[in-house]
């Protein structure tokens, strides 16, 4: 075969399939199945002129968006596995998940190209909008324990975001779905882990450590979904982290454009592991 013909030669399945249709029906394309063109007039900069690093902003943040909708998306399918025992599938979509996290944190290398200056430029025009209203990140957030009820007045009553907040409070978290998982493999786990109160966040047990060191010890596969759950949890926190000292090196210790504290808030939310139990048995290993 030609190099050129071999070069292209991937993209001709992928070209007949989106060039293919019903006869006199308009053929599919790129541009069309993607939505290219509304994806392209959403990104909109309110200040004048505009200015150059809006864009950069308003791109940004839109991604985060994006990425938060798939990761949610992987997150229920994680969860959907353990409830059915198939740790292979939470295995590779907890991989899936973590090179995502991987993605968040270098766009975080993106965004501190802007400098303070230019981010001044235009900060007066978020006026009240801020991360804190992101409510794919408190459905996230929500989905992996971190529940608090009144993390939902940042979204009105009767919003799409306060709607799936409201029945994620009743769902079963991660961790969960995990416990349940490892009862199903014999694990004794006591009832009152197992059938707690879904609106409160997971407690620390010294129960489900005695286990978790057990599993470490006797099944090395479920070993390997611990730590992939270790990964997902240190994930977070390292993208916590750099968000932190993003907003500290761009607005310093000015207040959030939300009403928030800004970093110091940013900080407290730093070393608040999603899963304790599994850091607390290192030291028995």
Do not use: N
Not at 2 to 29: C, E, F, I, Q, V
Not at 119 to 146: D, P
Not at 149 to 175: N, V
Not at 222 to 234: P, T, Y
């Amino acid at each position: 075969m030609p190099r050129r013909a071999l070069a292209t030669s991937w993209w001709l399945p992928y070209h007949r399939l989106m060039s293919a249709g019903d006869s006199g029906s308009k053929a599919l394309t790129y541009t069309d199945y993607l939505k290219i063109d509304q994806l392209l007039e959403l990104q909109r900069p309110l200040s004048e002129g505009p200015e150059h690093d809006e864009t950069l902003f308003i791109i940004i943040h839109q991604v985060y968006e994006l990425w938060f909708k798939q990761v949610i998306h992987e997150m229920g399918l994680v969860q959907r596995s353990l409830e059915r025992g198939d740790e292979a599938a939470v295995l590779s979509t907890l991989k899936r998940v973590l090179t995502i996290l991987k993605t968040l944190v270098g766009q975080v290398d993106i965004l501190e190209t802007m400098t303070p200056m230019s981010f001044a430029s235009f900060r007066s025009r978020l006026e009240s909008a801020s991360g804190f209203q992101s409510a794919q990140f408190r459905e996230l957030e929500f989905m992996l324990g971190k529940k608090h009820a009144k993390k939902m007045a940042d979204h009105p009553e009767g919003s799409r975001g306060r709607e799936r907040l409201e029945a994620l409070l009743d769902q079963p978290t991660l961790w969960d779905s995990f416990l349940r998982f490892l009862a199903g493999k014999g694990y004794g786990l006591p009832d009152e882990v197992l059938e707690r109160d879904f609106r409160e966040p997971p407690e620390p047990s010294e129960a489900v450590q005695k286990v978790l060191v057990e599993v470490y010890r006797d099944d090395h596969i479920l070993e390997m979904l611990c730590e992939r759950l270790v990964d997902l949890d240190e994930g977070l926190q390292e993208w916590r982290y750099r968000h932190v000292k993003m907003v500290e090196r761009t607005i310093g210790q000015k207040p959030g454009t939300g009403g928030s504290a800004g970093a110091t808030y940013l900080r407290s939310t730093l070393h608040r592991p999603l899963f304790p139990d599994l850091w607390a048995i290192r030291t028995e290993l």
